[in-house]
Structures are given as C-alpha cells and as structure tokens.
C-alpha cells in the first residue's frame, strides 16, 4: 500500500531566497527575530539594524530579557576569519552580554573557536547555520540549527577562569599598594607579583621575610627551605630558634605561630591578621598598615637570632 500525501524536503540556494545579505536577510531576520529566539531559547527584543561600532556598523543588535546587548553578525557564505573578527570586535565595543554568528556553512576551525570563547570568557557565543527549505512547490522556509552555544557547565568553568584571572589582578594591586609603603622598606625592591606572597632574603641563604595573602587573610612570615636536599638542615635551623622562642616573641611583642611542618621539607615562623585581598579596597591600607609593622617587628626580633645560627648540620 502506497503512502500519499508526504512530500520531499528540498533545499534551496540561499540567494534564491535573500538575493543581499544586508538588505534583505537581515531586515527579514529583524523582521522575525522570533525564529531566531525558538532556535536559540531566547528572548531577544527591541532589534536595531546597522548600530555603529567604532568605524564599524554591526548587522543586529537586540536586547535579551536581563536588558544586555546581543549582537547578531549574519554571513550567507562560508565562515571566515573576517567575520570571527568582526564578531569579536563587536562584542567588546559594545560590551555584549552575547554573540550570534549566522553562516551558511560553518568551518570546523570556527566551530572550534566559537566553543573556546565560551569556555574561556564570560561571553556568550553562539554559532549558528542557516538554510532555507521546502516542500513541492511551498513557499521557501528559513531553516536555523544551533551548531555550537553556551551550556550551565561551559558558562560555570568560564566564571571560575575570570574569578582566577581577576584574583591575579588584585594580588597586584594588593602588593603594589604595599611595597610603594614608605614603612615596607625592607621589600621596597621588590617588583609587584600576582601570586600569593612576596619575600625578601633576610640576610641567610634560604631564610626569607615573607608576607603572604589570602582572601581574607594577610600574615608576616620567616620561610625556611634552604632547597632540595636540605629537609634535615631545615629542620636543624628551625629548632634552633625554637629554643629561643620565649625570647624572640617577648621581642616581637606576642607570641608567634611556629610551624616546623614535620613531613614537608620546609619550615616558617608567622604572625597571620585579618583582612586579605577580598577585602574592601578602601581597607587596604588599614589592613597593610599592621602586617608592614609586624613585618618590620618580626625581622628586628630575628635579627641577632639568625646571625648566630649554626648552618650546614
């Protein structure tokens, strides 16, 4: 028994159907953002054609539910490294929350692209193919498949990558502050880092004047890791100024955090204060200003200790 009634899927040359990109599919686009929106799961209103970037003139613009900017870049040819840049260049002159880019063809390279973007920044990107269709003799129909989007997991390892690369750049400025301290003159050379401590010798070889940060919390500290090999030798100069604990923090003011770390090669004497490099900036320097002093009260109270220490045991 024959079935009837069921017609043939046909394509159709995309220019058949848009003979220009600009002013035919995009205003046909603008026109019907709604197919756009049930392709992606969107809710993208208030569409502007040609909104200026620069020098430049950017195909869509539209707003998503939140009132952020998506930019939708269109190209009925194959993808190119023209348009990827001008996707790029639009996104940040206009601070988009997202990006689309409609090709007829996308390249694996851009596919690629379009999902390293996604995984490495708090950008939403979205890739998407069009096609038009129809049945018989019906009218053409647009045709749009989501090649490569965001998804809850790659949006989830895009905010821990900023949250890392922003904690880099506030060590930065939280050290900067303090070594451009007039009081922190033992770590005035310094160069500002991005890691966790910045240290100084303090006059014997693998003994360092630390100051270390967290989040939420900041310390002053003498490290001791003479290198490779010297776990014994570690231990050795750490016990020999246990034996002067009283004496040394008597000297610094309060007792200290003695740490000989027993199974780790190294070894530290620390003060630790709150407050770190989450905290407010305009706290910094309240917060700095006890460390550097207790920096300066940690050395001198060191000082006459660690000259006569007895090294190479």
């Known amino acids: 028994m024959s079935i009837v009634g069921i017609g043939r899927l046909e394509r159709v040359p995309l220019r058949q ?7 035919d599919f995009t205003k046909w686009l603008q026109e019907n953002i709604d197919v756009l929106n049930e392709t992606l799961d969107l809710t993208l209103v208030n569409v502007d054609r040609e909104r200026a970037a620069g020098s430049f003139s950017v195909d869509l613009v539209a707003e998503d539910e939140g009132g952020g900017k998506v930019i939708i870049e269109n190209q009925l040819e194959k ?4 348009h990827l840049g001008k996707l790029i260049t639009y996104f940040t002159a206009l601070d988009a929350r997202a990006a689309v880019w409609i090709v007829s063809e996308p390249r694996p390279e851009h596919v690629a ?4 973007l996604n995984d490495s920044s708090s950008g939403r990107f979205y890739l ?4 038009a269709i129809r049945i018989g003799q ?6 749009l498949t989501l090649i490569v989007g965001p998804s809850a997991e790659t ?19 939280w050290w900067s502050l303090l070594v451009a301290r007039p009081d922190a003159k033992l770590h005035a050379h310094i160069t500002p880092g991005s890691y966790s401590w910045i240290g100084t010798s303090s006059g014997v070889r693998g003994l360092n004047l630390n100051y270390v940060v967290t989040q939420d919390e900041c310390g002053a500290e003498l490290y001791i890791d003479r290198g490779n090999g010297a776990d014994q030798e570690n231990k050795a100069i750490f016990d020999q100024l246990v034996a002067k604990r009283a004496e040394i923090d008597a000297h610094f003011g309060e007792p200290l955090s003695w740490e000989r770390l027993d199974g780790k090669r190294a070894s530290r004497i620390r003060i630790n204060l709150p407050g770190g490099y989450r905290s407010p900036e305009s706290e ?30």
Not at 79 to 82: A, E, L, V
Not at 113 to 116: L, P, R
Not at 138 to 143: G, I, K
């Open 17 to 23: 159907v848009w003979n220009h990109e600009a002013y």
């Open 79 to 82: 993808s190119n490294h023209d």
């Open 113 to 116: 692209a379009i999902a390293w």
């Open 128 to 131: 998407v193919k069009v096609e």
């Open 138 to 143: 019906s009218p053409p129909a647009p045709l």
């Open 155 to 173: 949006e989830e390892v895009a905010r821990s990558k900023k949250q890392f690369a922003d904690r880099y750049d506030i060590r930065h400025r």
């Open 284 to 313: 910094w320097e309240a917060i700095q200003a006890p460390l550097v002093a207790a920096m300066n009260r940690l050395e001198v109270a060191l000082r006459p200790h660690l000259k006569s220490l007895k090294l190479g045991l």
